[in-house]
T-cell receptor, first 113, second 113 residues
Framework: KAGVTQTPRYLIKTRGQQVTLSCSPI?????VSWYQQTPGQGLQFLFE???????NKGNFPGRFSGRQFSNSRSEMNVSTLELGDSALYLC????????????FGQGTRLTVV | GENVEQHPSTLSVQEGDSAVIKCTYS??????FPWYKQELGKGPQLIID?????GEKKDQRIAVTLNKTAKHFSLHITETQPEDSAVYFC????????????FGQGTRLTINP
């Protein structure tokens, strides 16, 4: 069974630009969550999507947004990039039947210059 | 909101010895506690988890204990091997099925041969 796939793996953007990251969950998984990982703040929850609806949201500004498609694939978008948005962005998928287990992809390393 | 504290931040042990990492959480409603291992350049890998209705769980050399009264849980690795070297994260969640993990700050474990 294929794992969680995130694309692209690496990205360099300029301040003020916007970026879109993609996540394909494990086949059959219906929930996709996004996390930001930085050396200073650690792993922080951005938002979760289930059946194309945002079900949970973390404490990030509105520049961070996401969506989920009918095939459970998800994208997250960051607009008006700031230097502080440089981070590893991780996607996790889970089944959300009676199980809580979340499985992470390898992440997208975003560098804002 | 939930807050998870993890100690120590770094841990160095001799190969073959045991390693223990401890976490405390603040929200008594949390009911799911996973542990993740993250190797360089990779996403976090789920290694073991425990639910609030269980006090201890073992999987080969890895065990997790939970004390709901004190609101703390611990990861125990026995007979450590060089491949156990990585950063370990604890997390807590209070959402059955929904995915909103609150992570500890991580422990960098080094196994010395």
């Amino acid at each position: 069974k294929a794992g969680v796939t995130q694309t692209p793996r690496y990205l360099i953007k300029t301040r003020g630009q916007q970026v879109t990251l993609s996540c394909s969950p494990i086949s059959g998984h219906r929930s996709v969550s996004w996390y930001q990982q930085t050396p200073g703040q650690g792993l922080q929850f951005l938002f979760e999507y289930f059946s194309e609806t945002q079900r949970n949201k973390g404490n990030f500004p509105g520049r961070f947004s996401g969506r989920q498609f009918s095939n459970s694939r998800s994208e997250m978008n960051v607009s008006t990039l700031e230097l502080g948005d440089s981070a590893l962005y991780l996607c996790a998928s889970s089944w959300t039947g009676t199980s809580n287990e979340a499985f992470f992809g390898q992440g997208t390393r975003l560098t804002v210059v | 909101g939930e807050n998870v504290e993890q100690h120590p931040s770094t841990l160095s042990v001799q190969e073959g010895d045991s390693a223990v990492i401890k976490c405390t959480y603040s929200d008594s409603a949390s009911n799911y506690f996973p542990w993740y291992k993250q190797e360089l350049g990779k996403g976090p890998q789920l290694i073991i988890d425990i639910r609030s209705n269980v006090g201890e769980k073992k999987d080969q050399r890895i065990a997790v204990t939970l004390n709901k009264t004190a609101k703390h849980f611990s990861l125990h690795i026995t007979e450590t091997q060089p491949e156990d070297s990585a950063v370990y994260f604890c997390a807590a969640s209070k959402s059955q099925g929904a995915q909103k993990l609150v992570f500890g700050q991580g422990t960098r474990l080094t196994i010395n041969p």
